[in-house]
């Protein structure tokens, strides 16, 4: 079965039901757990007055500092479980790219993740990375709703 899990979270509600159905799946099938989060490249096509009064280096700090909170609370709930996990941080990259080259680099087996099931405008406009990782991804993919 599966021996390698790539959990993927962003730290939402929903995001936190896939990390739950992740580990009660590596649990089940004793896999090894990677958990990992994307930190978006800072927006370069943000306008002057977005960009003074929120410098590039403050969004870096929030970012690092959002991404160790969701990696530490992934963390916690594994050890829960007595499942340890290895932690990834990926910054400047778009999540659906991050989420299918870490789990190649990783040699992860099943990549495990939420998708909010936007349809129609909403997902025209928000993009679907669930749906681009799938598409993608060489890896299968297991969504979590």
């Known amino acids: 079965m599966y021996k390698h899990l790539l959990i993927a979270t962003d730290g939402s509600e929903l995001a936190g039901k896939a990390v739950e159905q992740g580990f009660a799946l590596a649990k089940a099938v004793n896999a090894k ?3 990992l989060t994307v930190t ?3 927006g370069m096509d943000a306008p ?3 960009a003074i009064v929120y410098p590039v280096e403050e969004y870096e700090r929030a970012a690092a500092a959002n991404a160790r909170k969701i990696l530490d609370d992934a963390s916690a709930a594994g050890m829960k479980l007595q499942i340890a996990c290895q932690t990834v941080h990926v910054k400047d990259q778009y ?13 992860c087996d099943l990549i495990v993740m939420a998708s909010h099931g936007h349809r129609g405008l909403m997902r025209l406009v928000l993009g679907s990375q669930a749906h681009r990782v799938v598409t993608q991804s060489t890896t299968s993919v297991l969504i979590c709703r």
Not at 95 to 107: D, L, M
């Open 33 to 35: 757990v990677t958990i």
């Open 95 to 107: 999540p659906a790219e991050a989420i299918v080259e870490t789990a190649s680099t990783h040699g």
């Open 48 to 50: 002057a007055e977005v």
């Open 40 to 42: 978006e490249p800072w």
